[in-house]
């Protein structure tokens, strides 16, 4: 398999414009993770698939944010508008199992930058 | 929600050392991962545990349920063990610790 599969590795972009970030999971693993990772946050989980349900959005930071799971092959997660505050690495990670209880497959994350 | 507390932040070793990395939290958990993050920016997990000990090659990761703390080791270090690692802790969500950064002089 060739793992967690993550598009764009980079995007620049300016800000109030649209963002979207593509995640294709392992084949065969049941949850799907969406996290940021700044400097001065470290990594947060900002939501979380079981089963191409979202079970868990408590981490999206705002309404601007907005993630979706149309089948168990591709999940994507949009910014709209975008804020220079936005500018971060967002990983998606894949796992076989439930929350926390399986290992995690991390993509090689996206780099994004909000001017 | 649970805090997770790592500890060195930062730590530099001589290749050869034995290290040793630890992470405390505060709510009971079902599992703990322990991850490693390159100067590349890709994330690779080492372990995930619940209880006892666990190894792979050098790397060596315990937990003690009752006292909420875990620890990494690291025997004979070398350069290439020179990353973030990262400890994140699972109960109804996925908390992570701040990171140790580890560099290893040859």
């Known amino acids: 398999d060739a793992g967690v599969i993550q598009s764009p590795r980079h995007e620049v972009t300016e800000m109030g414009q649209e963002v979207t970030l593509r995640c294709k999971p392992i084949?065969?693993?049941?949850?799907l993770f969406w996290y940021r990772q700044t400097m001065m946050r470290g990594l947060e989980l900002l939501i979380y698939f079981n089963n191409n349900v979202p079970i868990d959005d408590s981490g999206m930071p705002e309404d601007r944010f907005s993630a979706k799971m149309p089948n168990a092959s591709f999940s994507t997660l949009k910014i709209q508008p975008s804020e220079p505050r936005d500018s971060a690495v967002y990983f998606c990670?894949?796992?076989?199992?439930?929350?926390?209880?399986?290992?995690?497959?991390f993509g090689e994350g996206s780099r994004l930058t909000v001017l | 929600k649970n805090e997770v507390e790592q500890s060195p932040q930062n730590l530099t070793a001589q290749e050869g050392e034995f290290i040793t990395i630890n992470c405390s939290y505060s709510?009971?958990?079902?599992?703990l991962h322990w991850l490693q993050q390159h100067p590349g920016g890709g994330i690779v997990s080492l372990f995930m545990l619940s209880s006892g000990k666990k190894k792979h090659g050098r790397l060596i990761a315990t937990i003690n349920i009752q006292e909420k703390h875990s620890s990494l080791h690291i025997t004979a270090s070398h350069p290439r063990d020179s990353a973030v690692y990262i400890c994140?802790?699972?109960?109804?969500?996925?908390?992570f610790g701040k990171g140790t950064k580890l560099s290893v002089i040859p």
């Open positions: 709510v009971g958990i079902s599992a």
């Open positions: 990670a894949s796992s076989w199992d439930r929350l926390g209880t399986g290992e995690l497959f």
């Open positions: 084949s065969g693993h049941n949850s």
């Open positions: 994140a802790v699972a109960d109804y969500q996925l908390t």
